[in-house]
C-alpha cells in the first residue's frame, strides 16, 4: 500500500475523453482565437486534470470549468483557488434552488401544466429559466428533481 504522502501527491488522471474535450475543445479554441500555440496557454495537464477532478465531484459543471480556464490563461491560481475566488461553484443550497424553481414555474405557467399533464420532457424549460436564473451555477439535475416533486 503506497505511503501517506504518495496518496495526497498522487491524482488520477481524468478519462482520456474528458481530457480529449478540454485539450481539443476548450483550449484549442483560445489557442485559435488568440493565434497562440497551446502550450503557450499556461494550462497544464495537471490543471486540466484539477478542472476535470472539479466536474466530476459536482463542485463546478462544464461552463464553470470554462470560467475556471480563463482564469487559468490569466494566472489566476489553481482550479480550486479560481473556483473560490470567482464564487463559481454550483449551488446546491436546497433553499435558493426551491425559490428559483417556484420563481421559474409562476413565470411559466403553460410549461408547468404539459409536465403536470405527463409531458416531462417540458421540464427542459424551466430548468432552463433556473439556470438563467442562478447564472448557470444550479446544479441541474437537483433542479430537475426539484421540479418533477413540485408539478407531479
Same mark, same amino acid.
Given at each position: 500500500?503506497?505511503?501517506?504522502?504518495?496518496?495526497?501527491?498522487?491524482?488520477?488522471?481524468?478519462?482520456?475523453?474528458?481530457?480529449?474535450?478540454?485539450?481539443?475543445?476548450?483550449?484549442?479554441?483560445?489557442?485559435?482565437?488568440?493565434d497562440?500555440?497551446i502550450?503557450?496557454?499556461?494550462?497544464?495537464?495537471?490543471?486540466?486534470?484539477? !478542472?476535470?477532478?472539479?466536474?466530476?465531484?459536482?463542485?463546478?459543471?462544464?461552463?464553470?470549468?470554462?470560467?475556471?480556464?480563463?482564469?487559468?490563461?490569466?494566472?489566476?491560481?489553481?482550479?480550486?483557488?479560481?473556483?473560490?475566488?470567482?464564487?463559481?461553484?454550483? !449551488?446546491?443550497?436546497?433553499?435558493?434552488?426551491?425559490?428559483?424553481?417556484?420563481?421559474?414555474?409562476?413565470?411559466?405557467?403553460?410549461v408547468?401544466d404539459?409536465?403536470?399533464?405527463?409531458?416531462?420532457?417540458?421540464?427542459?424549460?424551466?430548468?432552463?429559466?433556473?439556470?438563467k436564473?442562478?447564472?448557470?451555477?444550479?446544479?441541474?439535475?437537483?433542479?430537475?428533481?426539484l421540479?418533477?416533486?413540485?408539478?407531479?
Open positions: 500500500m503506497p505511503s501517506t504522502w504518495w496518496r495526497r501527491r498522487w491524482r488520477p488522471a481524468p478519462p482520456p475523453q474528458a481530457a480529449r474535450k478540454w485539450w481539443l475543445g476548450e483550449l484549442a479554441r483560445r489557442a485559435n482565437d488568440t497562440t500555440a502550450d503557450a496557454l499556461g494550462v497544464t495537464p495537471a490543471d486540466v486534470a484539477a !478542472v476535470q477532478q472539479l466536474v466530476d465531484a459536482g463542485t463546478i459543471n462544464d461552463k464553470l470549468a470554462r470560467k475556471v480556464f480563463e482564469g487559468l490563461y490569466s494566472g489566476e491560481g489553481t482550479p480550486a483557488e479560481i473556483v473560490e475566488k470567482r464564487g463559481l461553484a454550483v !449551488v446546491s443550497d436546497e433553499g435558493a434552488l426551491s425559490a428559483a424553481v417556484d420563481n421559474a414555474i409562476a413565470a411559466n405557467p403553460d408547468a404539459k409536465i403536470r399533464d405527463g409531458k416531462v420532457a417540458a421540464a427542459g424549460a424551466l430548468i432552463g429559466a433556473v439556470m436564473e442562478m447564472r448557470g451555477q444550479a446544479d441541474a439535475g437537483r433542479v430537475r428533481e421540479i418533477l416533486e413540485k408539478l407531479t
